[in-house]
């Protein structure tokens, strides 16, 4: 016999051990998705900055003067800049280009000291003193020299310390030189007669200290200089407040699905301690006595049910990344599990989980038995009208924020105004959403019952008037869908936008580029003779170098830039579109230059070119536009102009880079080209697919923390909505036994509760798909950049979500309809 309070509260987990389970693991699925959410938000942010640090180092400013200026920083100069308060460390960088005595040639050169500050941005990791320089791999290789070795720069001997790794991915990557400071300057004070000291400052500040208030420091010096915030780069803004917007909607998009999880796993709960309680109070238990029983009960699911959570979320967030590197044989950086976070986060979440259970058992416990019994029977949401005029309210409201967001707001607060109305619009959805429910399902009754018969029919039947108790299981899916499609749309917006940038490197899936500046050194038509000669190479076009050329627009020559080019070829390669003229004064230009000086195709062109003897500019004569098109072939210029047209072929005119096409596996095709090397030492050789992959890597590598979390986030979801379908089946078994009593066979109990389950499944992941898809174009409202919608993943994870479920609720369903027809009917869930 029980004799006490504690007596019974434990009683109830011993005969409601289905109860018991499922609320302990809606705790620990709800506590865990919110910690790997948390464990995701402290480490994205960081994750970025330390790609940037990667990339740029430690600086936070790069200070200097642009090339066009003409300027270097004196020592004067230097001294005031590193005099500024707030600069922790400062490094004085030379930067121009030196001649390789083996290589024939100028390479980009940096002079630098060999401080941490400069070694991380240029990433090399030896300390150099007077006669030692690095070089890069690709360089290396060219001038076939190894660490040790002794190389010529400007007719002087250096021992090469380093040789740097070449970071490919992106195209060919370009040769650099890195000498000591003091030799730089004295190997340009021997050329020009000048000592400069520095073209650029890199500075890194003292903790806490605002880049912008060094860089009111440095216009105080100097208003000319050029100053490079580097998180106000364009890319790097750009991206982080993509990161922020994303990040920001999956947090509310969690926090959304964990309170429907909450409240969808916990009816039964509800349900079955609202009972015991109208039943004692109907017996003189005080509401002393049953708060203290239901908070006895709520501690102990959710003390259980958190600390599962924690150890769950922990497992996950260590294993997925051994599983991550596994699948795509990468290393990637680990993910820190933050434990003092992690323990604040668990407890505010048991914290507000037993709020929310003992708001309700405080406010049942006050009411009478036979009120308690009838709200606890409540099929439907009550205040039905009063939802009704709030859901459209919300809606309204959502749709004048992003209006007002988008047209009339600030920059500062429009991100903002956007998110919140993306924030209202979605909760006005899913407000509204029950109540168009059951119209839906009765519309779609004549047609169930013609294409799946009237076992279908019934179940779906049996659906329609318990819309409260079904419609958190849609919502759940509709939200599991809605941050498959915005998380897998950030995924495959950069990786394309990645592939289209390679792409538009590589033409064609070889290209070759040379290193020289001296046009005595490759002639671009024996390098071009000679990969045709390759076996497998079809076809082969080249490009120059751009120079700089003028315009006559309106009575006076504007400056653009053009490059030299096989035009003919590039059209047999299908880089250019065709024209009909065989005059070799045709010229193709961007559609940006067409624009800016309204020129169309057939246009006749007046060209001139800058004469340093004569101070003047010289009509060099005219041209035709054969073709106007979104990007030149492998050019960063406004025009192509065929190498036939000598009138362009001045004496600085070099070959830049070559496209060959091929007609064999690009593998074998690039190692007969590698022996060209022997007759053109300084070309350098790249495809395409090799870039691509590298590419490939390199993504998944930075944003490795956010595709497992991810996919850890999406599983514990999945996990969730078949702990709320099996709840949902369970609390329906009563249902299923008297439709037993009513010759449904077990193979019809079966069918039953699977079409229920497709049902839910197929009405949640179509909203979620329409309402993510949406989403997902309303955020261009901030960011208006191409986005593309991975429905490959969508697919998968309908499939997913269909099978597991499926895989689960089979054995469930066999096993319900197996059980004691008499049994079934008074059991009470």
């Known amino acids: 016999m029980i004799r006490s309070i504690y007596g019974i509260a434990f009683r109830f987990f011993k005969t409601n051990r289905f109860v018991s389970i499922s609320s302990v693991f809606s705790v620990t699925i709800a506590v865990s998705i919110i910690l790997v959410m948390t464990i995701f938000v402290s480490n994205a942010t960081q994750s970025y900055r330390d790609e940037i640090k990667k990339l740029y180092g430690n600086m936070d400013i790069m200070v200097g003067f642009n090339l066009e200026q003409g300027r270097q920083i004196d020592l004067k100069l230097l001294n005031q800049i590193t005099s500024i308060p707030g600069i922790e460390q400062s490094s004085p960088v030379l930067i121009d280009r030196l001649r390789v005595d083996l290589l024939q040639d100028d390479v980009y050169t940096v002079g630098a000291e060999s401080d941490d500050l400069v070694k991380s941005r240029y990433h090399f990791t030896e ?78 500040n003292q903790p806490k200290v605002n880049s912008y208030e060094i860089a009111r420091w440095l216009r105080q010096i100097d208003q000319t200089l050029r100053i490079d915030i580097i998180e106000e780069e364009p890319d790097i803004k750009a991206n982080f407040q993509s990161l922020r917007i994303y990040i920001t909607l999956l947090s509310l998009l969690v926090v959304f699905i964990t309170a429907l999880l909450i409240i969808s796993n916990f009816q039964t709960y509800l349900y079955k301690y609202k009972q015991q309680f109208a039943i004692m109070r109907s017996m003189g238990a005080v509401t002393h006595d049953l708060f203290k029983i239901i908070f006895i009960q709520c501690s102990i699911i959710n003390l259980l049910g958190g600390t599962l959570g924690y150890i769950a979320a922990f497992i996950a967030i260590n294993y997925s990344q051994i599983w991550f590197e596994q699948l795509f044989n990468i290393s990637v950086e680990a993910l820190i599990f933050n434990n003092s976070l992690a323990l604040i986060v668990l407890v505010i979440s048991i914290a507000i989980l037993e709020l929310f259970m003992l708001i309700p058992a405080y406010r049942g416990s006050r009411i009478l038995p036979l009120k308690m019994m009838q709200s606890n029977e409540q099929a439907d949401f009550s205040f039905s009208n009063m939802r009704r005029i709030f859901g459209r309210i919300i809606i309204f409201a959502g749709l004048f924020f992003l209006l007002f967001g988008k047209v009339l707001a600030s920059a500062d607060s429009q991100v903002l105004l956007i998110l919140l109305g993306l924030l209202f619009l979605i909760l006005g959805v899913f407000i509204l959403f029950p109540f168009y429910l059951s119209p839906l399902l009765i519309r779609l009754l004549p047609l169930i019952q013609r294409l799946f018969g009237k076992v279908s029919f019934v179940a779906v039947k049996n659906v329609i008037p318990q819309v409260r108790k079904n419609t958190f299981v849609i919502l759940i899916l509709s939200l599991t869908m809605m941050i498959a ?74 400056s653009f830039t053009y490059s030299l080019a096989d035009l003919k070829e590039m059209i047999k390669q299908d880089l250019l579109p065709n024209y009909d003229s065989n005059s070799n004064d045709n010229v193709y230009i961007t559609q940006k230059f067409a624009s800016q000086y309204d020129i169309r195709e057939g246009d006749i062109l007046e060209l001139g070119m800058y004469s340093d003897a004569m101070q003047k500019i010289i009509p060099t004569g005219q041209v035709t536009v054969a073709g106007i098109v979104k990007k030149l072939p492998g050019s960063l210029g406004d025009m192509l102009i065929d190498w036939s047209n000598e009138t362009y072929l001045w004496e600085f005119t070099v070959l830049d880079r070559m496209f060959i096409s091929v007609s064999q596996p690009v593998e074998q095709v690039i190692g007969q080209l590698e022996t060209l090397k022997g007759q053109f030492p300084g070309i350098q050789i790249d495809y395409y697919e090799q870039t691509m992959e590298q590419s490939k890597q390199m993504f998944y590598q930075r944003w490795s923390l956010f595709i497992i979390v991810l996919v850890v986030m999406l599983a514990s979801v999945l996990m969730g909505v078949i702990n709320s379908l099996v709840n949902n089946i369970h609390n329906k078994r009563k249902e299923l036994a008297i439709l037993r009593t009513l010759s449904v066979t077990r193979s019809g109990i079966i069918r039953v509760i699977l079409t229920q389950v497709i049902l839910y499944i197929s009405i949640g992941l179509l909203l979620g798909a329409v309402i993510g898809v949406l989403l997902t174009y309303s955020l261009m409202l901030i960011d208006p950049v191409g986005i593309y919608i991975n429905y490959q993943a969508m697919g998968i994870l309908a499939v997913t979500v269909t099978g597991a479920v499926i895989l689960v609720l089979w054995p469930y369903s066999i096993y319900i309809g197996r059980r004691s027809l008499p049994h079934e009917i008074t059991q009470e869930g």
């Open 127 to 204: 300390s150099i003193s007077d006669n030692e320089a690095i070089i890069n791999a690709g360089l290396a290789e060219a001038l076939n020299i190894t660490v040790g070795q002794s190389l010529k720069v400007e007719s002087r001997d250096f021992i090469v310390k380093e040789i740097l790794d070449d970071i490919k991915g992106w195209g060919p990557v370009s040769d650099i030189l890195i000498i000591p400071r003091s030799t730089f300057k004295e190997l340009k004070y021997a050329q020009t007669g000048v000592v400069n000291e520095s073209s650029y400052v890199l500075i890194k």
């Open 485 to 558: 499609v915005v998380g897998s749309t950030l995924m495959s917006t950069i990786q394309r936008n990645e592939a289209n940038y390679i792409r538009g490197n590589y033409p064609t899936d070889i290209v070759i580029t040379s290193r020289f500046n001296d046009p005595s050194l490759i002639n671009y038509t024996d390098l071009k003779s000679a990969a045709i000669k390759v076996e497998g190479v079809i076809k082969a076009s080249t490009l120059s170098s751009y120079s700089s050329i003028r315009l006559m627009h309106d009575g006076s020559y504007v």
